[in-house]
């Protein structure tokens, strides 16, 4: 049995970022628990299983008032197949739950050689050209503009938070820096001949899943910022075999989980930076006219 969406401005999508760890028990952050866990919520495409509901107190919250967070594990992936449906799911859950501010964490791969394992990285565009394979209005009347598809209010709370936990002598690159995070869905790795290609195009780093989720949140209407290391160079980017990630990420995940869990605790609610207002909806009866003189019906 599918359990209740909960009602909630605030969302936290976990990915592997935070891998290996119990999110968000093994971070050991001050006035968070875990409210409930385990639920499954039903959506027009299936269900979308794995998610849970922390529990803030007001201590560090920017009004002093205790809050909940929406979070999904591993971007709402399904553990035992490959569906990359489950963006969709996502994004309609959180719309569901009435959800305004959202944050995702991921690990990534470097396409620019300033760019190296260990740096924590905030994008400032993407480059996805199937961005609309799971669009969730499914016609074309929503129009939404792509000039800020990342919260720049977020993105600098992000990056004051990242300053404060990141462990040196790793770097914080932020939104000042204009890096573009090239789409690739998975799940293998970017190939070679696709490495330089995004490259070539003004891609600095590549991942599974910010473009998709990024394009999601804006026709929700709702603020996204997107946290994420690099665990790797894309392959063909340096002259040398590909190196074994896994101590890297072993010793990154805790401060990186830290700094996406505090940044949603210390999330305002303000509407100043204009992400809602990148969103339009196109009225149906437009979309008709539009059709008719062209002589088409609408289906």
């Known amino acids: ?139 074309m009347t929503a129009a939404c503009q792509s000039v800020q598809l990342f919260c720049p209010q977020l993105a600098a709370l992000l990056k004051e938070t990242a300053e404060e936990l990141w462990p040196q002598p790793h770097r914080v690159v932020g939104q000042d820096q204009q890096l573009v995070f090239a789409h690739n869905w998975g799940p293998r790795f970017g190939s070679r001949a696709e490495a330089h290609a ?25 603020c996204y910022v997107a946290a994420s290391f690099i665990v790797r160079w894309q392959d063909g980017i340096m002259d040398r075999p590909p190196e074994d990630s896994t101590a890297l990420h072993e010793s990154l995940r805790h401060p990186a989980s830290r700094i996406s869990l505090r940044t949603m605790i210390r999330a305002p609610l303000s509407e100043q930076c204009g992400c809602h207002k990148l969103r339009t909806l196109t009225p149906r009866e437009d979309v008709r006219f539009a059709q008719n003189q062209r002589g088409f019906t609408c289906g």
């Open 1 to 139: 049995m599918a359990d209740t969406i909960p009602q909630t401005p605030f969302a936290l999508i976990s990915g592997s970022a935070q891998w290996g760890l119990m999110f968000p028990d093994d971070v050991l952050e001050p006035g968070v628990s875990v409210r409930e866990r385990g639920l499954v919520f039903e959506t027009p495409w299936g269900p979308s299983e794995n998610w849970q509901v922390i529990e803030v107190s007001g201590e560090g919250t920017p009004d002093g008032e205790p809050r909940r967070i929406l979070n999904v594990f591993a971007h709402g992936w399904p553990i035992d197949s490959i569906n990359h449906e489950a963006f969709r799911k996502v994004a309609w859950i959180l719309r569901e739950a009435g959800v305004k501010k959202i944050l995702a964490d991921s690990t990534s791969g470097s396409m620019n050689r300033m760019l190296k394992p260990g740096d924590f990285i905030i994008p400032w565009d993407v480059l996805d050209l199937s961005q609309t394979r799971y669009s969730l209005s499914g016609k």
């Open 198 to 222: 995004y490259k070539v195009l003004g891609a600095d780093a590549m991942n599974h899943s910010t473009g998709a989720e990024a394009s999601l949140a804006r026709e929700i209407g709702a």
